[in-house]
């Protein structure tokens, strides 16, 4: 059951959303660089004494400003940002980023696949202070008591309307075990309810048996121990006799850099290249698996504008192979990644130390992978889809259709 398919060699540019490179145990092999920089970070005109001159703007701006908040401490945290935002694509300005001790220890949690929190997702609405509820994370606090749509008119009492969306984040994040009371709206009834701040699994990887041949594998996010997890439930898959995978990148922003290279190697057979990187200490280098023992699966991606960073690595890995047809739209467009400096204040500081290439040299920074078979699907319609169970979005789906019908035709 092989899929016909015709490829398209155009694997276009990106950008990649990554915090850290693990140690991989990848062979690289080295070849001349002819890389060209993705985007422009120089300096395109003359800037006498850039010392004198930051130092002599500071002291003016500290001295005539016309507000006396102004602090020099503000002015150091102001540059530092725009140094960040210089060196970050021109698309993409706060690709660089810098973060506090306690702000960083969060992303540590989601790169993890844990979160402490109540397990809400929500949309404000400043004009009549209310907070909608959008979406009820599984396994979280709020799964059994909040419902989508439902208003969150006080936190502990206060009222939200006239303060900020940074002001409500606050006022609902809190350390684990701590208690909140909201006050909730839901259709004519408004109500209060008390939940802990916890600690829970996000859920990264989803598996769904279509039918006795296909499988859905719905990868959410590249966490620390995603790889792993996938291959235990493709082992699994293979001994009950599957055939054919549907693997769902859609809406996957990124994650771990280290995961998406161990998941392609788990489809690609040594000595394919995984992905080609270009780094000023090691010019270029190639990510070569070294898996003997490859599975053998029927294969369709099914991607759009926001599958992202490590999702497009796995995506470009399996078409330049051939391991899969590709199927929705063009990807983000994310082909840099970045690495997470400690600073001696405690403080994180990431910013692009590396630019990725597809196992045939493409890049698809800014531009997107360009799919095999172009399916559009608008967020509104997807979002709904998502919502539902995996067998009756099967039936509605036009780009799990599409991949069906490629993959028993």
């Not at 404000?124 to 606090?141: A, C, I, K, Y």
Request: proline share 4%.
């Amino acid at each position: 059951m092989k899929i016909k398919k015709e490829w398209f060699l155009s694997v276009v540019s990106v950008t990649v959303f990554l915090f850290f490179m693990s140690p991989l145990p990848y062979c690289f092999a080295q070849e001349n660089n002819s890389f060209k920089p993705l985007f422009p970070v120089g300096l395109d005109h003359d800037f006498p004494e850039p010392r004198k001159t930051f130092d002599e703007i500071k002291g003016l701006i500290l001295e005539q400003y016309y507000s006396d908040d102004i602090t020099e401490k503000a002015l150091y945290w102001a540059a530092v940002q725009g140094m960040l935002r210089h060196i970050s694509p021109p698309e993409e300005p706060v690709l660089a980023k810098i973060w506090t001790a306690e702000e960083y220890e969060k992303i540590l949690h989601s790169l993890q696949g844990v979160q402490v929190s109540l397990g809400i997702k929500s949309s404000f609405n400043p004009q009549d202070g209310s907070l909608t509820v959008t979406d009820v994370l599984p396994r979280s606090p709020a799964e059994t008591i909040l419902k989508p749509l439902d208003r969150i008119l006080r936190i502990d009492s206060q009222p939200l309307k006239g303060i900020s969306l940074n002001e409500v984040d606050r006022l609902l994040t809190g350390e684990e075990d701590t208690e909140v009371t909201l006050t909730v709206n839901r259709d004519i009834k408004t109500f209060d309810v008390t939940l802990k701040r916890s600690r829970f699994e996000t859920q990264t990887l989803v598996i769904s048996r279509l039918n006795n041949t296909i499988a859905l594998v719905e990868i959410k996010k590249f966490t620390s121990d995603l790889s792993k997890k996938v291959s235990d439930e493709l082992e699994k898959l293979k001994e009950e006799g599957f055939q054919g995978l549907i693997i769902d990148l859609r809406n996957n922003t990124g994650g771990v850099l280290a995961e998406s290279l161990r998941t392609a190697e788990l489809f690609l057979s040594e000595n394919l290249i995984l992905l080609r990187s270009l780094q000023r200490e090691t010019d270029l280098q190639n990510y070569i698996s070294m898996n003997d023992n490859p599975f053998e699966f029927d294969i369709t991606v099914l991607v759009n504008r926001k599958t992202a960073s490590s999702a497009e690595i796995l995506t470009s890995a399996l078409q330049d192979h051939q391991k899969a047809v590709i199927i929705g739209t063009r990807t983000f467009g994310k082909g840099v990644f970045e690495k997470t400096l400690k600073l001696k204040n405690d403080f994180r500081v990431k910013f692009i130390t590396g630019a990725m290439y597809s196992p045939k040299g493409q890049s698809w920074q800014g531009k997107g992978i360009t799919p095999d078979f172009l399916v559009e699907q608008d967020d509104k319609t997807l979002k709904a889809l998502l919502k539902m169970e995996p067998k009756q979005r099967f039936h509605k789906d036009v780009a799990m259709i599409t991949a069906y019908k490629l993959m028993t035709r």
